[in-house]
Each structure stands twice: as structure tokens, then as C-alpha cells.
């Protein structure tokens, strides 16, 4: 007579191996997301390239910082509607392995050349936004709208380079400090941002370019996903070690 088969109980090699394989099915994609995270974003923090790219007002001192970076002093300057682009070296204090050659671009601030201006922010690791300090709330002011063009680039956003903003002739009498410079310029970037958003939405209906990070609240450079910093510095007296010294940390 024959008596139906029993099931035989599971073994503990059998538990050991469904265990194990459903610990792979739920590992396997977390594995595959986080190759693609460093593939994409974990490479580096700098944006690629050697360019730093110098934009400001007029009469903010870019043409003077230039000079004093390529050739360790400064001579007469005129306005000028034509960029600069030249090589140079930096180095970031007396540490001479430190020193890094860039293409430094000295881009004048008539809004003539804002299509130059946007088209060279595109591919810069650095981007410079100079200031003269000593007219501080009118040079934010001035600055706002070209740096707010800037900021929203597509190319800008999806690089990420590094952003300093230099407060230049600190040797000047009533030279407003760069933490002051921080929230002028905040503010008048905002000011921007809610002008531009409100053109945009009235001739189209749809949102135009924005800042990343930002979203809904007042624009802050601490919300921004691309690193910043500011800085006081004089190209008249030779002093630009911050200005070297953050070029050299995001310059490959």
C-alpha cells in the first residue's frame, strides 16, 4: 500500500539559503542607487576646469585685481567693453607645491556683455563677484542682478563651482565689511528674484528661472548648493592671500 510522501521538514541549509537570498533581493537595488549616487555626484565637490571668471560692477576693481594677480602690481585702468582672459599662477600662501595656473577672466560689468558674462559662468570653477567696499550698498545694489543671472544659469546649477564674492579696497577709509556685504547683497538678490519671478509668471504664466536651494524663502547664499564665501581684500595694497588661498581649494 502505498501512503502519500511526507514533506520533509526544511533543513537549517535551506533556511540559511532563502535567507540569503532574500537579504541579496533587497540589498541588490540599495547597491545599484548607490553606485550611480558616486558615478554622479561623489566624484568631487569642484567643478571641473581652471577658469575663474572675475564679474562685478564697474569701477568695483576687477582690472586692478587682475593685474596684481598676473604680474604682482597694478598700473592705470580705463573702462574697458572688451574681457580679458589671460594665464596666470596663484599660490595659496608661501606653500610653493600649493601654487595652481588658471585662466584668469576679467569680464567688464557694462550689461552690454551680459550674454559674454553667462556664456563665460558657464564653464568657470570660480566664480569672483567683486565689489569696491567703499560704496558697499550701491555696488550691492548694482551687483544684484548680474550675480542673480549668474546663480540661475542651468550650466551654473548643474556644475556647482564655487562662489566668492570679494569686497575689494579694504586699505580705503569707511570700507564696509564683508559681513556686511553679505546681507546687502542678499537682499537685493531677493529683490531681483521677486521682480524677475513676477515678470515671468505675468508674460507666460510659467515660472522662469530661479536659484536652486532656495525654493519659497527669502534667497539666502547658505541655502545655495554650491560653496561660498566672502572676503575682504585690497588689489591696490597686494592683499589678496583669501582671494589666492580659496583659489587654490576649488581649482583642481
Given at each position: 500500500q502505498n501512503?502519500?510522501a511526507?514533506?520533509?521538514p526544511a533543513t537549517?541549509?535551506?533556511?540559511?539559503?532563502m535567507?540569503?537570498t532574500?537579504?541579496?533581493s533587497?540589498l541588490l537595488?540599495l547597491?545599484?542607487?548607490?553606485?550611480?549616487?558616486?558615478?554622479?555626484f561623489?566624484?568631487?565637490s569642484?567643478a571641473s576646469?581652471?577658469?575663474?571668471?572675475?564679474f562685478g560692477p564697474?569701477?568695483?576693481?576687477k582690472t586692478?585685481?587682475s593685474?596684481?594677480?598676473?604680474?604682482g602690481k597694478?598700473a592705470?585702468?580705463?573702462?574697458?567693453?572688451?574681457k580679458?582672459v589671460?594665464?596666470?599662477?596663484v599660490?595659496?600662501?608661501?606653500?610653493?607645491?600649493l601654487?595652481?595656473?588658471?585662466?584668469l577672466?576679467?569680464m567688464p560689468g557694462?550689461?552690454?556683455?551680459?550674454?559674454?558674462?553667462l556664456?563665460?559662468a558657464a564653464s568657470a570653477?570660480?566664480l569672483?563677484?567683486?565689489?569696491?567696499g567703499?560704496?558697499?550698498?550701491?555696488?550691492?545694489?548694482?551687483?544684484?542682478?548680474?550675480?542673480?543671472d549668474v546663480?540661475?544659469?542651468?550650466a551654473?546649477?548643474?556644475?556647482?563651482?564655487?562662489i566668492l564674492?570679494?569686497?575689494?579696497?579694504?586699505?580705503?577709509?569707511?570700507?564696509g565689511?564683508f559681513?556686511?556685504a553679505c546681507s546687502?547683497?542678499?537682499s537685493e538678490?531677493?529683490?531681483v528674484?521677486?521682480?524677475?519671478?513676477?515678470?515671468?509668471?505675468?508674460?507666460?504664466?510659467?515660472a522662469?528661472?530661479?536659484?536652486?536651494g532656495?525654493g519659497?524663502?527669502?534667497?539666502?547664499?547658505?541655502?545655495?548648493?554650491?560653496?561660498t564665501e566672502?572676503?575682504?581684500?585690497?588689489?591696490?595694497?597686494?592683499?589678496?592671500?583669501?582671494?589666492?588661498s580659496f583659489?587654490?581649494k576649488?581649482?583642481?
Amino acid at each position: 500500500q502505498n501512503y502519500p510522501a511526507r514533506a520533509r521538514p526544511a533543513t537549517p541549509h535551506t533556511d540559511d539559503a532563502m535567507d540569503t537570498t532574500l537579504l541579496l533581493s533587497l540589498l541588490l537595488p540599495l547597491l545599484i542607487a548607490a553606485v550611480f549616487y558616486f558615478a554622479f555626484f561623489g566624484k568631487s565637490s569642484k567643478a571641473s576646469g581652471d577658469k575663474v571668471l572675475l564679474f562685478g560692477p564697474m569701477g568695483s576693481g576687477k582690472t586692478s585685481l587682475s593685474l596684481q594677480l598676473r604680474f604682482g602690481k597694478i598700473a592705470p585702468t580705463y573702462t574697458s567693453l572688451q574681457k580679458t582672459v589671460s594665464r596666470c599662477q596663484v599660490q595659496s600662501g608661501d606653500q610653493p607645491a600649493l601654487s595652481k595656473s588658471i585662466t584668469l577672466v576679467d569680464m567688464p560689468g557694462t550689461g552690454r556683455l551680459r550674454t559674454q558674462l553667462l556664456s563665460e559662468a558657464a564653464s568657470a570653477s570660480v566664480l569672483a563677484c567683486v565689489l569696491d567696499g567703499t560704496q558697499l550698498a550701491a555696488q550691492c545694489k548694482e551687483a544684484a542682478g548680474m550675480l542673480f543671472d549668474v546663480l540661475a544659469l542651468e550650466a551654473v546649477q548643474r556644475r556647482s563651482p564655487a562662489i566668492l564674492v570679494v569686497v575689494n579696497k579694504s586699505e580705503g577709509r569707511n570700507v564696509g565689511h564683508f559681513q556686511s556685504a553679505c546681507s546687502m547683497l542678499e537682499s537685493e538678490v531677493q529683490k531681483v528674484r521677486l521682480a524677475r519671478t513676477t515678470m515671468a509668471d505675468t508674460a507666460s504664466g510659467a515660472a522662469g528661472a530661479d536659484i536652486q536651494g532656495v525654493g519659497a524663502a527669502n534667497f539666502s547664499f547658505k541655502r545655495m548648493r554650491m560653496p561660498t564665501e566672502f572676503i575682504s581684500a585690497s588689489a591696490h595694497a597686494n592683499d589678496l592671500d583669501a582671494f589666492r588661498s580659496f583659489v587654490c581649494k576649488y581649482i583642481g
